[in-house]
């Protein structure tokens, strides 16, 4: 039997504010693994740093050419991708942000 009055992290207790995806990396199916604890999420990834390639990227907040660019990745930054679809990544600079998409061709190869 459980006390009634206890409720865990993730107690159902109305709403609650939704983060926001240009700062938090967390997505509906999709979280950075130190969002575990905080956010409820199906998947938590444990980030991938690649390094940016001479030139910089765009961090974009859609996976498409054309979609508003949220800032510009300098050359060498580590881009924590968190998900991989065909030629986008999805990731972050850090737990903090800011989030979106990159061109996997503007990042370094995974090492083999």
């Known amino acids: 039997m459980t006390d009634k009055g206890t409720q865990g992290p993730f107690a ?3 709403p609650v504010a939704r983060p926001d995806p240009r700062v ?4 509906g ?3 950075h693994i130190g969002l575990a604890g905080k956010h ?3 998947h938590y990834a444990v980030p991938q740093p690649r390094g940016v390639l001479p030139g910089g990227a765009p961090l ?3 996976p498409e050419e054309g979609a508003e660019e949220l800032c510009v990745l300098i ?3 580590s881009f924590e991708v968190l998900d991989v679809t065909r030629e986008w990544a999805w990731g972050c600079l850090s737990l903090e ?11 370094e190869p995974v090492s083999a």
């Open 97 to 107: 942000g800011p989030v979106g998409y990159v061109h996997l061709d503007r990042l």
């Open 12 to 14: 159902l207790s109305g």
């Open 29 to 31: 199916d999709l979280a």
């Open 60 to 62: 974009l907040a859609a």
């Open 24 to 27: 938090e990396p967390i997505r």
């Open 75 to 77: 050359e060498g930054d």
């Open 40 to 42: 409820f999420v199906p």
